[in-house]
DNA sequence: GAGTGGTCTAGACCACAGA
DNA sequence: CTGTGGTCTAGACCACTCG
């Protein structure tokens, strides 16, 4: 089973089998390695555990499009400099392109409404509060074609309703120059320490289902926390991604 | 399935099935609830999923001892105040203590060795050369039964030999007052800046094995880098953890 | 309707722990 | 030797996609 299961990471990384393109459905490799069905499921299984495969029902298994992980600077990417030549996202948008992918964007979901609990209590806002939300799906493509796509990551930014109110253009698709972070600066909600948690959790069906990775499948969470020279957090940020595409950084100076 | 497993997920929460306490075995499940073998596994295959319960074979499925998770808290663990005050293992065995568990620490492997490609890459060493390893196991317990006991973490620390050659002490098993990174500091390769770089990846069988999780499941692995006020990278420090137990948090000066 | 992945049943054999 | 988890086979049904 492990061993048929390399046999095909084996191909897969050789090029056989290139990013993309769909692998033999389970039927057919149970039959062309005299294995049982649930055996065959489980060889895509371990793979998909890998990040190197994806299946779609009523479709097939295809090799994934993106089969390294994508390095998220954490501490580099909010830097004044990194943010004035696009910052986070144009840092995003450049790692993709270096692995020949490109990142197609959909719309940001824009509303008003009860954040969970967790950033409830992390803004400090009473329990029924409605606080702003940006909501943003990341679907990245091959260049070549833009059919087959992988969601790499699910982005949620909240607000508190006060800084949301002075800041209009957080109601807008496009927030600028500098992003959010920016248009709070100039609202007088300058960030000025960054906190994030990050978790390793099983995913909600939702997510799994946006993410199109199995339901038992775990994600990772970073949760980003902005907070203001008087320790007021004024954002908060939840990233869900997969498990598999991802490799975090952190770097600061000792003591400080 | 899914309602098999929330309801025994509840019987734990609520205390019904305390930590550490046995859970029936897999045949005993599969009467009970009237379903096949394969799916009473699954079921416990969930509950593991989620860090709530562990397999042994031979022996059965227990409780896990852990059902929270430890925070690690990367920036303020390393601050020299903590230090002082017994540092990064003195926070962790607080940490410990407060979730009602105890440490249980084995002794450390001690070794001069080859480290594995990406630490030689790290610390500039040739393919070949040696480098010193200080190895962990880091097993807790319940402070009333230390029969059974869950890994916690493997953390392994490797040093270039000109490092370790001036730190004597680091080839003992104290390091004493401030551990390893007082004692680089004692010997003039103070450390300025850490680096962490965080990924989730499939566990190794001899990791599987030493933490007691299922072959199939993913690790959370820390590498650990500190930078001398020249940029030299002198410890790189491997930390393994179970997925489920752990959450990291990061916190730093916006532009620093 | 045919082909795909996803879930389940039923039953077998193996590896390991412990009396 | 018995009971435990771990892996596999064989076959069924369901949900979904697409022609």
Redesign the pocket.
Known sequence: ??RIAASIQGKIERGIYPPGSL??????LQAAE?????????V??VL?AQGLVF???????YVSLLLGKILRDGTGRYLPSARSEGGAVGAFDAEIRRLGLIYQPLPTVIARERPPKRVAALLELHHATKALKRERVMPVGLAEDTEVTEVIQLATSWFPPDVADACPQLEQQNTGAGGSKSRLADAGYAQVRLREEIEVRPASPEEANALGI???QAVLEITHQGLTEDGRIVEVGLHVMPRTKWRLSYEWKIGA
């Open positions: 089973m492990q692998l033999p459905s389970v039927p057919e005299g294995i049982a069905y649930q055996t065959a499921r489980e895509y299984g998909q299946s779609r029902r009523g479709k097939g298994t199995p339901t038992d």
